[in-house]
C-alpha cells in the first residue's frame, strides 16, 4: 500500500525501519569507508556517495563505478536540455558489499529488494547549505532519510516536501525535473537506490 504525498512523491507502508538502526549504521560504515569530502570540481560539487551495492565487473566496489550517472539538466538562459554523464546499467548491481554484512544495511537491502527491484543503493550526504542542479534522471529514486532537518527540501517540478527521517521508504519520481537542497547547518544522510521495478 502506497500513499500518494503528491503527484510526484509516494510513501510505501508495507515496511518501516529503526531509524536509530540506520544511524548507527551509518557511524559503522564511516568507519569502514569514510565519506570522501571532496572539494569542488569544475564549479560542481560532488555529493558524497558510498555504494553499498556493486556490479562484478567494478575495480571499486563502495563507489558502484560512477556515482553519479547519465541525467539531463538546463545549466543556461538557453533553457536548452543538455545531456550529461555516461549512462549506467543499474541492473547490473546486484551484488551487496559483504564488508557490510554485519551492519543494519544488510537487513535494509534485502528488505527492500523484496519489494522493488533496485540499481544502485547509496548512502549519500548531501553538505549543509548546499543544493544540487536543476535536473531529471532517467528512473525514479527510493529514498530513505537517515539525518535530517527542517531545510532540508526536495523540489520535483513545482512542488516542494521535506522526506522526514521517520523510517519509511519514500519514492520519488526523479524522471521529472527536480532537485534537492539543504539549507540548514547539520548534513543530510539519505539512502537513495534506483528503482527498476516492483515486486
Request: net charge negative; glycine share 6%.
Amino acid at each position: 500500500m502506497n500513499t500518494h504525498i503528491n503527484q510526484y512523491i509516494e510513501r510505501f507502508e508495507n515496511v518501516c525501519f529503526d531509524v536509530a538502526e540506520l544511524n548507527k549504521a551509518v557511524d559503522d560504515l564511516i568507519k569502514i569507508r569514510p565519506f570522501e569530502n571532496k572539494p569542488p570540481k569544475d564549479g560542481l560539487l560532488y555529493s558524497n556517495a558510498i555504494c553499498l551495492n556493486y556490479d562484478e565487473k567494478e575495480l571499486d566496489e563502495w563507489f558502484g563505478g560512477n556515482v553519479r550517472g547519465k541525467y539531463w539538466t538546463k545549466p543556461d538562459s538557453s533553457f536548452e536540455e543538455m545531456e550529461r554523464e555516461p549512462y549506467i546499467d543499474e541492473s547490473r548491481y546486484t551484488l551487496f558489499n559483504e564488508k557490510l554484512n554485519d551492519t543494519y544495511f544488510k537487513y535494509v537491502y534485502e528488505k527492500i529488494n523484496e519489494f522493488f527491484e533496485i540499481g544502485r543503493c547509496r548512502v549519500i550526504k548531501m553538505p549543509q547549505r548546499t543544493t544540487l542542479s536543476w535536473h531529471r534522471d532517467p528512473e525514479k529514486r527510493l529514498h530513505i532519510a537517515i539525518k535530517t532537518n527542517h531545510g532540508a527540501r526536495m523540489f520535483i517540478e513545482h512542488t516542494g516536501y521535506h522526506i522526514p527521517a521517520d523510517g519509511n521508504i519514500y519514492v520519488t519520481d526523479n524522471t521529472k525535473y527536480h532537485t534537492a537542497i539543504n539549507g540548514g547547518e547539520e548534513d543530510r544522510i539519505h539512502l537513495v537506490a534506483t528503482v527498476l521495478g516492483t515486486k
